[in-house]
Nanobody, 123 residues
Framework: QVQLVESGGGLMQPGSSLRLSCKLSGAPLGLFAMGWFRQAPGKEREFVASISWNGGATYFEDSVKGRFTISREHAWNMMYLQMNSLKPEDTAVYYC????????????????WGQGTQVTVSS
């Protein structure tokens, strides 16, 4: 059974950096395209970033381009979201997602979801 577990969330100051981690268990990471979604209070869930099966292609939501990077480490079945220059509007629950057939994007519905990790950006 495929499971995703996020970690690394926290309370951060504007302008700071944070790295979120996602551990996939139950199958090799290489079988999945991976990504991150987020949901802020009172808002719909939105796409943040994604990465192809071999890491050769990455995609980002416009508001995080140039600030966030996404990477994957197959040896450890891990995926990461490096978030720099954090802004209060980045405050949300961040969800790790995985899909066997489709790279996660704003218009897709990934097959697997983690439980989420809270990121709060506030001074």
């Amino acid at each position: 059974q495929v499971q995703l577990v996020e970690s690394g969330g926290g309370l951060m100051q504007p302008g700071s950096s944070l790295r979120l981690s996602c551990k996939l268990s139950g199958a090799p990471l290489g079988l999945f395209a991976m990504g991150w979604f987020r949901q802020a209070p009172g808002k719909e869930r939105e796409f943040v970033a994604s990465i192809s099966w071999n890491g050769g292609a990455t995609y980002f939501e416009d508001s995080v381009k140039g600030r966030f990077t996404i990477s994957r480490e197959h040896a450890w079945n891990m995926m990461y979201l490096q978030m720099n220059s954090l802004k209060p509007e980045d405050t949300a629950v961040y969800y790790c997602v995985a899909d066997r057939t489709t790279i996660p994007q704003a218009t897709t519905s990934p097959q697997y979801w983690g439980q989420g990790t809270q990121v709060t950006v506030s001074s």
